[in-house]
């Protein structure tokens, strides 16, 4: 089952070691879940990676090494291949313009959206979101 990763999951996990990062820790064994994102994660990584670090209570080998860990099972997709589905991402999330390219590549692949995120719920009736205690209930 393919599932859009939202970046605020990737933080929890950094931040919390909770539900999020049991979701990671379990589909690395078990592999249930096909775990994609648009390229534009990383740019959401990369600004906000040091802000994560210094409230995480890893140390820096820590934090990079589960860093990598997460970004492991996730395929980037590049902006080209889901871009028919924006204008109406756009339209879905026009208070919400940083989710855009997580809702139009969940809409272009017919799947769920793995987020803690609010907001995101409200589009529940376009794209099913998935909390980090729905996707754990899934294994």
């Given amino acids: 089952m393919e599932v859009v990763v939202d970046v605020n ?41 040091e802000e994560f670090f210094n409230r995480s209570r890893l140390s820096g080998e820590e934090f990079d090494e589960f860093l990598e860990f997460i970004l492991e099972q996730i395929t980037l997709i590049p902006k080209s291949e889901f871009s028919g589905s924006l204008p109406k991402a756009k339209k879905l999330a026009s208070k919400h313009l940083k989710d855009v390219q997580y809702i139009a590549l969940a809409l272009e692949l017919k799947c769920p959206i ?26």
């Fill in 9 to 49: 999951v990737i933080f929890s996990s950094l931040l919390t070691k909770g539900d999020s990062s049991k979701v990671f820790e379990l589909n690395f064994i078990f592999n249930k879940f096909d775990f994609v994102a648009p390229e534009f994660l990383l740019i959401e990584l990369e600004k906000h990676k």
């Fill in 114 to 139: 793995f987020s803690g995120d609010k907001s995101l719920k409200e589009l529940s009736d376009n794209v099913e979101v998935l909390n980090p205690k729905g996707l754990l209930s899934k294994f």
